[in-house]
């Protein structure tokens, strides 16, 4: 095992700093690169002023991630997890947070 190989799959890029992003790892287990955290997101509260928009088609998703935005809402239907999979595809190393339509969750 080399020094870049973990269990859990390959190391985020040693150099994401100097790319301005954050090395983690995902709620699937696997190391990842972001350009935020919620610790990163926690510790910038009420210091800055942060970009969000939400996406409904996956070259929305790349044209915010080339465009800086800071974060995205995915919508996320239990029923077809491949829409914010897609997503998750398209706009790699930006912060996301999921949303589910009140309609798609049974009372």
Known sequence: MTSDEHPFGKLAPRDAPQRGLHRTMTLGGQYATRNHTVKHLQDLKGRTVLTETMP???SEAVAAEEAGIDTLKVKFDPGNPADAIA??????????????PLTKVAT
Do not use: E
């Open 56 to 58: 409904f088609t996956t």
């Open 87 to 100: 997503m998750r595809a398209a706009a790699p190393h930006t912060f996301m947070t999921v949303c589910i």
